[in-house]
Nanobody, 122 residues
Framework: QVQLVESGGGLVQTGGSLRLSCTIS????????VGWLRQAPGKERELVAL???????YYADSAQGRFTISRDNDKRTHELQMTDLQPADTAEYFC????????????????RGQGTQVTVST
C-alpha cells in the first residue's frame, strides 16, 4: 500500500517561513520524481516544485528564489522549505510522486498525499 504523509502546514504571517515534509512508503522512493503541488479555492492546481530521481530540482516561476526542495532517499522523505511567504501562496499543498518527472512537471502524478493547508496572513 502506497502512503504519502505530509506535515508542516499552518498559519504564517507575510514574509514568514514554513517547511513542508512528505514521507512516502510503498514505492521505490529513490526511483521517483517527487514534488509539491497546490490548489487555492477557485484556482487551478499548480505544480510548485519537484525534484527528480537524479536530485535535480525544478521550480515554478512563483516559487523560484523563495522555495527550496530537497530529498533524502534513506529517509524516504522530501521537503519544501518556503521563505518570504505571501498571501498568494495560501493554498492546500500536497505532495506527489511520479515515475516520469516530465509528467510531474506538467502537474500529473500517480500518487498524492491528502494535503496540508498553508495560510499566509497579511
Amino acid at each position: 500500500q502506497v502512503q504519502l504523509v505530509e506535515s508542516g502546514g499552518g498559519l504564517v504571517q507575510t514574509g514568514g517561513s514554513l517547511r513542508l515534509s512528505c514521507t512516502i512508503s510503498g514505492i521505490g522512493f529513490s526511483r521517483y520524481a517527487v514534488g509539491w503541488l497546490r490548489q487555492a479555492p477557485g484556482k487551478e492546481r499548480e505544480l510548485v516544485a519537484l525534484i527528480t530521481a537524479g536530485n535535480r530540482p525544478y521550480y515554478a516561476d512563483s516559487a523560484q528564489g523563495r522555495f527550496t526542495i530537497s530529498r533524502d532517499n534513506d529517509k524516504r522523505t522530501h521537503e519544501l522549505q518556503m521563505t518570504d511567504l505571501q498571501p498568494a501562496d495560501t493554498a492546500e499543498y500536497f505532495c506527489a510522486a511520479e515515475f516520469d518527472d516530465y509528467r510531474l512537471q506538467k502537474g500529473q502524478y500517480t500518487y498524492r498525499g491528502q494535503g496540508t493547508q498553508v495560510t499566509v496572513s497579511t
